[in-house]
């Protein structure tokens, strides 16, 4: 089955950084990677997804970017602010079958 | 508004008792799921229904027990807590066209 490694577990940057978290996955026939963010308190929500037909995506300050031939994909957050604390997970599965498989969550804290 | 409802958000609770968790999506969802959320912030899938009168055990092996009688219902029961059953319960539903997860926002359980 799907495997979902995520990168790093905990991400400490300043107000105005970029941020970016990996994951890779293990089942090539995956086509559907979306990322979520989980603020305190809260349930996961979706804020980006992309499929196995593009290579990036992009929406406003966060963008996704996927390699398929290297099986791995990216968040990638510019000017980042406090707001954006939360712990994010990433996801993948093969459409159809709909059960996502999570990566583990990455902890991002945003410094003022 | 379309939207899913967990309660109660917060529940504290004696060994030994029976509880329900509550979760109704308004959206029409054949599919919904519930995963249990560590401190360690990791997902853990433990039931999925992918229609009424359907349910699987998730990846995780969990002593409670779901119900799909209606599309827009999907308790969860442990029908004796333990403080091992201490964590953060999260329904999810999902459609097959959107293809991404719709969360709750949660129920925390504290057995004591």
């Known amino acids: 089955g799907e495997n979902v490694e995520q990168h790093p577990s905990t991400l400490s940057v300043q107000e105005g950084d970029s941020a970016v978290i990996k994951c890779t996955y293990s089942d090539s026939a995956s086509n559907y990677f979306p990322w979520y963010k989980q603020e305190l308190g809260k349930g996961p929500q979706l804020i980006i997804d992309?499929?196995?037909?593009?290579g990036e995506k992009k929406d406003q300050r966060i963008a996704v970017t996927l390699n398929k031939t290297a099986k791995h994909f990216s968040l990638h957050i510019t000017e980042t602010q406090p707001e954006d604390s939360a712990v994010y997970f990433c996801a993948a599965s093969i459409t159809g079958f709909q059960k996502l498989v999570f990566g583990t969550g990455t902890r991002l804290l945003v410094s003022p | 508004e379309a939207d899913i409802y967990q309660t109660p958000r917060y529940l504290v609770i004696g060994t030994g008792k029976k509880i329900t968790l509550e979760c109704s999506q308004t959206m029409g969802h054949d599919k919904m799921y519930w995963y249990q959320q560590d401190p360690g912030m990791e997902l853990h899938l433990i039931h999925y229904?992918?229609?009424?009168?359907?349910?699987e055990k998730g990846d995780l092996s969990s002593e409670s027990t779901v119900s799909r009688i209606r599309t827009e219902h999907f308790p969860l029961t442990l029908e004796s807590a333990r403080p091992s059953h201490t964590s953060q319960y999260l329904c999810?539903?999902?459609?097959?066209?959107?293809?991404?997860?719709?969360f709750g926002s949660g129920t925390r359980l504290t057995v004591v």
């Open positions: 999810a539903s999902s459609d097959d066209y959107n293809y991404g997860y719709t």
């Open positions: 229904s992918y229609g009424v009168n359907s349910t």
């Open positions: 992309i499929r196995s037909n593009v």
